[in-house]
Structure formats: C-alpha cells, structure tokens
C-alpha cells in the first residue's frame, strides 16, 4: 500500500498570505493520478487538482499543484477567507487508492 | 455539470445490511471507474472499494472485504454498494465518485444498537 504524509498537520495563516502544503508518497506515484481536495466542516471533499497540476472546473487559479516522484504540493497564493479548511491528497495509480491524513489550513 | 448523488444511508443495527445507490449525471458513466470512500465522524477519508467500466475488475480495501460487493448498473448511471455484517466501526459518511475525481455529497451510515 502506498503510504501518502501530508505536512504540516496545521497551517496557521492569515488572510492574504501563501500557503504550501506537502504531500509526500511512501512510493512514486504517476503524476497523471495526484489529486488534491479541499473538504469544509459538514460538507463532501471538493476537487481541487487533478493529475498533480491540472485545476479542476471552477477552481480560482490561486490554487496550484506540482510534483513528481513522492513528492507533490498544492499552494495557495493568497489565502482568502473560505480557503480555510482541510486539504487531502490522494493517489490512484495504485489500488489501494490511498489519503493523506489531511492538512488543516486554519486562520492565525 | 458532474453530479453524484447517493441515497440509501441510515441507522442499522450491528449485523444488519444496507444497500446503497449513487446515480451519476453530466458524463459519460459507463466510460469512467467508479469507486466509494468513507469518513467516520471525525475522521480522514478512506477509499471502500473500485470498480472498472465494464464492471470486471473489482477490488475491495481489507475492511470490508468479503462483508461488502460494489456493482454498478451502466444502463441507469448508477454505483451501488451492498453492505452486509455491519460493525459499529462501518459508521461513517460514504460517498461515491470517480478515483482522483469528482465525489458526490455523501449518505450517512450509522451502525448502533
């Protein structure tokens, strides 16, 4: 099973600042299936990228993803008020299709 | 636009069964792998179980396997998951989707006596 580590756990931001959140796979993964959503309390995770950089329909392009290899990053510019929640990473290139344990992006 | 909606969640007692359905709209379903993921209340998110298109390859996370049987109903956009031996650790949100796509708004399964 391939193991994905998200880090931090916690981002502490304020409003305008960069985020850059990691993800960090146990093997390599295909970069065609990275993706990475972003989840709010009570509601289903939101596709953010897919394919480690491709925005999915509707995404602000303040949001971006990179990577290859184990290594993979979503980064927000410039935080805006509703991009406070929890992100996920996932890989589908290898069953099982496994989660990163979440960063949480919360306000400083 | 892509929609998934499931249905069919709700309280069951320890041992019982549930099935549930998540209808698709806004793509081509029967192109596309289908697959559920759960959250237990608090909790990260967890991949259940995959299915191809076509329906021939179907794989299951340790969890469930051998309680749990995905299938789907290409004719209908549908993706359904027949639950059965529930335990109180099955309780969570599952929502249906395509893998590092698109996931729909979840029905919740609570299992308790």
């Known amino acids: 099973e391939i193991v994905l580590t998200q880090s931090p756990g916690t981002l502490s931001l304020s409003p305008g600042e960069r985020g850059t959140l990691s993800c960090r796979t146990s093997q390599s993964v295909r970069s065609n299936s990275l993706a990475w959503y972003q989840q709010k309390p009570g509601q289903a995770p939101r596709l953010l990228i897919y394919g480690t950089s491709n925005r999915a329909a509707g995404i602000p392009d303040r949001f971006s993803g990179s990577g290859s290899g184990t290594d993979f990053t979503l980064t927000i510019s410039r935080l805006e008020p509703e991009d406070f929640a929890v992100y996920y990473c996932?890989?589908?290139?290898?069953?099982?299709?496994?989660f990163g344990q979440g960063t949480k992006v919360e306000i400083k | 636009q892509v929609q998934l909606v499931e249905s069919g969640g709700g309280l069951v007692k320890p041992g019982g069964s549930l099935r549930l359905s998540c209808v698709a709209s806004g793509f081509t379903f029967s192109d596309f792998y289908m697959s559920w993921i759960r959250q237990a209340p608090g909790k990260g998110l967890e991949w259940v179980s995959y299915?191809?298109?076509?329906?021939?390859?179907?794989y299951y996370a340790d969890s469930v396997k051998g309680r749990f049987t995905i299938s789907r109903d290409d004719a209908k956009n549908s993706l359904y998951l027949q639950m059965t031996s529930l335990r109180a650790d099955d309780t969570a949100v599952y929502y249906c989707?395509?893998?590092?796509?698109?996931w729909g708004q979840g029905t919740l399964v609570t299992v308790s006596s």
């Open positions: 299915i191809t298109n076509g329906g021939d390859t179907i």
């Open positions: 989707g395509v893998p590092g796509g698109y």
């Open positions: 996932q890989q589908c290139g290898r069953l099982p299709f496994t």
